[in-house]
């Protein structure tokens, strides 16, 4: 294309615009040449062409008992044309058509972001045989387990670890985040990233249906048909409107005796404020939010999000990093202690679990060898078992050994009284005997304070934790991070019975609920928003979610909040200060200042003013 940059001239609601007011300018000029009767053919007709669509729009509004904002335009421009008001209605019907190409634009620009987002969902990838050779598959044709090659500036297809060496990421797409990462051999990338250095190898953890780009694309499409309660209650406002503006228009007929004055109290009642603020607003807030690594499901997630007076917050995943550490390692029956790191990583590799990734992270950096692991099978939640150089090696619970025919028992009396204090164990068995155990923690995420912090800051007046830990230890996160209440030894039913209570009880909060796995799920669908932390490895439980946060720092959570309740305000800001422009305009008209023609030039500046204003919503 020639001209990329002028590809918006295309647009239909510009080409109506631009059509409109080309049928105004050519009116004028017909009217200088004394050919009045041809000027306002022409106005008639500009009128007409954008009276019959907007005639159906509000008879189908009102087929649904919606009595839609649009329906003062169409008594202004109805009512200019019985007066032969043709120039009046012309310029009304450039008003309509202008405002709906701006909204459009805004609308584009606004939603930029999250397009860009689903424009980059890889669609192939480069997986390697078993003979090493290289075959270009489609993305979501991978399976757990394959092995693939990422070139340089390629977009990461699914969700795996890397294999071989370093991967330097461009994770800015996701995160927002300028500088690329470096991911280490074992840690967990998500799909969606980019490489930006030298080709790697990655190894595949779940397929492309169910990583975290797939899952965000979802969300981002069901975002582009919500629909926000600011714009319904915008329709509320007109369903008012509408009989106030008739009721002023006849009084300024009544006492003047001159319809063309009730005509120019219709122009400048056309509530184009109402019509365009708030959608611009609230849309341009999602966009914020994406740039800040955080989507929300559309305006209506914005609406709820800047009400919400209660958060209540998972621990693990959440408020932790997710990404257990190993504190460490003991062996029994003459078992060394890299052997056994060394197995039971090779095995993880295979596994999408968070435990997994601390194991095959730790392996590397102990720079222990691992090699791919066969006959893999593996229950959620329980452990996994496959064989390696010849060796049946088994890892998880001490059920999960017993299951497999290993008895646990001496594993067991390797533990110490503080393992139990946050801590979790991962028991390893080689050739079905007990072989060591594994003891892990989960820190507490950096930052998590200060988030908690600027939640209080933001509003929030209760900040809650939800979790499936021991009352000690929970109480002791939250006297660290400085949460509000603490609800222990939770279940995921007792999550939904916890978030039930905080909106039904005495303080009827609006609730935010933020987990970041499927436990969470059924609390997350039962709160007035649901965000779900997309940390690397984690899974996602966007299905039910409202919003995931893709940076993988808990301020994202802070951040949805703030951004939230600033593009709220903004939009409710823009229809308040149009509307009592559009009023004062209206008392103008009805003491016969403001002449029809005027009026719809006044009500054009007044919808450029609060459109910019809403805009201010893409800012920081």
């Known amino acids: 294309m020639i001209f990329p940059r002028w590809r918006w001239i295309r647009e239909p609601e510009v080409l109506v615009a631009f059509a409109a007011l080309l049928g105004v300018v050519a009116g004028l000029g017909l009217a200088a040449a004394d050919q009045h009767v041809a000027a306002n053919a022409v106005w008639g007709v500009v009128t007409g062409a954008l009276l019959v669509p907007l005639t159906w729009s509000v008879i189908r509004s009102l087929l649904h008992r919606d009595v839609g904002v649009d329906a003062i335009a169409l008594v202004a421009m109805a009512g200019a044309l019985a007066l032969q008001e043709f120039l009046a209605g012309a310029v009304v019907a450039v008003m309509l058509a202008g405002g709906n190409a701006l909204e459009a634009a805004a609308g584009r620009r606004a939603r930029h972001d999250l397009e860009a987002l689903v424009a980059r969902a890889p ?35 699914v969700d795996g670890r890397v294999h071989d060496v370093p991967a330097l990421l461009d994770e800015s797409a996701l995160t927002g985040e300028p500088l690329p990462v470096e991911r ?19 190894v595949a953890t779940r397929p492309a249906s169910e990583s975290a780009y797939a899952a965000i694309v979802r969300l981002v499409e069901e975002a582009e048909t919500q629909r926000a309660p600011f714009e319904r209650m915008a329709d509320r406002y007109a369903a008012l409107l509408l009989p106030v503006t008739l009721v002023v228009a006849g009084i300024a007929w009544a006492m003047s005796g001159d319809p063309v004055r009730a005509l120019a109290v219709l122009v400048v009642a056309t509530p184009c404020p109402l019509i365009l603020a708030a959608p611009i607003a609230l849309v341009s807030g999602v966009s914020r939010a994406a740039r800040k690594g955080v989507v929300l499901k559309g305006g209506v997630v914005v609406e709820q999000l800047a009400r919400t007076t209660a958060v209540l917050l998972d621990k693990t995943g959440t408020l932790t990093v997710g990404q257990p550490q190993i504190q460490r390692v003991a062996t029994t029956h003459g078992a060394r202690t890299d052997d056994v790191l060394r197995l039971a990583a090779s095995l ?36 996994i078992e496959g064989t390696i150089d010849g060796q049946v090696v088994t890892v998880g619970s001490a ?23 946050g801590r979790g164990m991962v028991m390893v068995g080689v050739d079905h005997r007990p072989a060591g155990l594994i003891v892990l923690a989960d820190p507490i995420r950096p930052g998590a304070r200060q988030m908690i912090a600027r939640l209080h800051d933001a509003g929030v007046t209760e900040v809650a934790m939800a979790t499936g830990d021991q009352r000690d230890v929970a109480d002791a996160v939250a006297a660290d991070l400085g949460i509000d209440v603490v609800h222990a030894e939770c279940s995921p039913e007792d999550k939904v019975a916890v978030v039930t209570a905080m909106r039904e009880g005495e303080g009827r909060h609006r609730v935010a609920m933020v987990g970041d796995g499927i436990n969470d799920a059924p609390a997350l669908a039962r709160a007035d928003v649901g965000i779900a932390m997309s940390a690397p490895g984690a899974t996602i439980a966007s299905e039910t979610a409202d919003a995931v946060v893709m940076v993988d720092r808990i301020d994202g959570v802070a951040d949805a909040i703030v ?37 719809a030039l006044l009500q054009e500046g007044i919808d450029v003013i609060v459109i910019l204003n809403a805009l201010r919503a893409l800012r920081a």
């Open 184 to 202: 280490l051999p074992g840690e967990a990338v998500r799909s969606g990233v980019a490489n930006a250095a030298e080709a790697f190898e990655l």
């Open 123 to 157: 669609k192939w990838a480069m997986r390697r045989t078993p003979d090493g050779e290289l075959e270009r598959i489609p993305a979501e044709q991978v399976v757990p387990g394959d092995v693939l090659l990422v070139r340089s500036g390629e977009v990461v297809p």
């Open 563 to 599: 951004t939230s309740r600033r593009a709220s305000a903004i939009a409710r800001q823009s229809v308040i200060a149009g509307m009592l422009m559009s009023f004062v305009a209206m008392g103008f008209a009805a003491f016969g200042f403001l002449p029809p023609v005027a009026g």
């Open 399 to 421: 059920e999960w050994l017993r299951s497999c025919g290993i008895d646990p028992s001496s594993l067991l009396d390797l533990r110490s009284p503080d393992d139990g204090n």
């Open 348 to 383: 993880e590799q295979h596994s999408a679990h968070v435990v997994a990734g601390a194991l095959v992270s730790a392996a590397h950096r102990d720079d222990l060898a691992l090699d791919l692991p066969r006959d893999v099978r593996q229950v959620h939640g329980q452990g």
